[in-house]
């Protein structure tokens, strides 16, 4: 399925514009929004290292930015309540809004998470993901160092820093709509420019061509008579009390209102539709903590297993079927590569129950940069009645999918076809990582 592509050592974002954020400030950003305010403050002086956070023309830019985002309260949670909308929307091609069919019968989603750097390779992801014409496009969460109004700015909605001699990035909008989910980095700053800035220029398009009519709430449902793809809200409740929260971290339980729109909104209880989960937050993991609460939450609504894609993680893994404590049972996929500096050459935590059966360690060096990270990518997701095709890709132009699931969906229950690598014809070196029983991964 993959066309051939040529040997090389570090694969460059070619013919991509230059000026716009490095990767290097965001190397090793650890999951504290103290600390990500001081790396915010470093990077916004010029410097790479953390230490010039403590240089006088960057201490105070620190301290009343954390001051500033983090004392006070958060943003209000966004409700379908008091809108004309009740969060459920046609999982549909252009026709849904006046436009043709497409000619394939295909409807696709283009997912991405952790996606808002304002890097050269976050755009080429963003230009990748839209050279394959979806449908909707959807970011999984966390803009990126604090989620506040001048990163937003840069980072989503192309609008030039004014201090700062770099291009900005802008989020790109599907042909039918867009959505953003909420993560840990947008709650940095109280959530106040995800839920008034970034919503605006999402939602359903109301025609082919026009302007979204802006997101309603964090938490949503694109369905048809074959699936349901349910997002949930785990940032919200991904940060605490200041100081606190950087010893006692939070377990992003989802607010009543996004368990009430599970229950007796999308009510996928009973259900003839293939279900899949997304959320910032991951689920379980083979390298890092797991977040179980919000499944905990949910496990008396969902009664089947069903296919979870998540960030966070700046890494691309493909798990098979796993729970935590016996709550829902899911396909677990990680795809928070979408633009921080990716981790590879980590290891899977030594007796974990959830081991990573496919895993992206391909090195990568950004031009100009001295650092080795990985490849930036993202998932796209192909609809066809009941059948639905996952193809996991890198930015680089002209070369097909990684990696290719192919599923389908009898009576709600979710049946593993096939899953193909794309990437064998790769040199040495630069292949997926896989597990010895890659057919775990769709539960053959």
Not at 18 to 37: A, I, Y
Not at 141 to 162: A, F, R, S, T
Not at 169 to 178: A, H, K, L, M
Not at 305 to 326: C, I
Request: with cysteine; proline share 7%.
């Amino acid at each position: 399925m993959a066309a051939t592509r040529q040997p090389a050592q570090t694969p460059q974002p070619a013919g991509q514009p230059t000026g716009r954020k490095d990767l290097g400030p965001l190397e090793n950003l650890p999951r504290s929004p103290f600390v990500s305010f001081m790396q915010k403050a470093s990077a916004d002086t010029g410097h790479r290292t953390k230490i010039a956070a403590f240089l006088p023309v960057a201490l105070w830019g620190w301290i009343k930015g954390y001051l500033s985002s983090r004392i006070g309260k958060k943003h209000q949670f966004l409700t379908y309540s008091t809108r004309k909308e009740n969060g459920l929307y046609p999982l549909a091609d252009e026709s849904v809004i006046g436009g043709p069919a497409d000619a394939k019968g295909e409807i696709r989603v283009g997912l991405v998470g952790d996606w808002g750097t304002g890097t050269d390779e976050a755009n080429a992801v963003a230009d990748r993901m839209m050279q394959l014409d979806p449908h909707f496009t959807i970011h999984l969460g966390d803009v990126y160092y604090v989620g506040n109004q001048d990163e937003m700015n840069e980072n989503c909605l192309g609008i030039p820093p004014e201090k700062k001699n770099v291009l900005p990035c802008t989020w790109r909008v599907g042909s039918v709509g867009s959505f953003a989910m909420n993560g840990n980095h947008e709650m940095y700053a109280l959530g106040d420019a995800y839920f008034d800035s970034f919503f605006k220029v999402l939602g359903m398009r109301p025609s082919v061509g026009a302007d979204p009519l802006g997101q309603k709430a964090s938490y949503f449902c694109l369905q048809n008579d074959f699936w349901q793809i349910i997002a949930l809200d785990t940032g919200y409740n991904s940060v605490g009390i200041p100081i606190i929260e950087e010893i006692f971290q939070p377990n992003c339980h989802l607010q009543q209102d996004n368990i009430d729109f599970v229950q007796n909104v999308a009510s996928p209880k009973g259900k003839s539709q293939g279900l899949i989960i997304l959320s910032h937050h991951q689920y379980f993991s083979g390298f890092q903590k797991n977040f179980p609460k919000p499944a905990q939450q949910l496990q008396n609504f969902i009664d089947r297993p069903v296919l979870w894609f998540w960030g966070h993680e700046h890494r691309m893994t493909v798990y098979g079927l796993g729970s935590v404590n016996n709550s829902i049972k899911a396909f677990g996929r990680c795809i928070g590569h979408g633009g921080m500096p990716v981790d590879i050459n980590e290891q899977v935590t030594p007796g974990t129950s959830f081991p990573a059966l496919v895993y992206d360690h391909r090195p990568y060096s950004p031009p100009g940069e001295n650092i080795t990270v990985g490849l930036n990518g993202f998932a796209m997701l192909t609809f066809k009645a009941n059948q639905l095709q996952v193809d996991y890709y890198d930015w680089t132009a002209g070369q097909g999918p990684l990696l290719t699931e192919n599923w389908k969906v009898e009576n709600g229950q979710l049946e593993g076809i096939s899953i193909t690598r794309g990437d064998t014809n790769f040199p040495a070196g630069h292949q997926l990582t896989v597990g010895p029983d890659l057919n775990r991964a769709i539960g053959k």
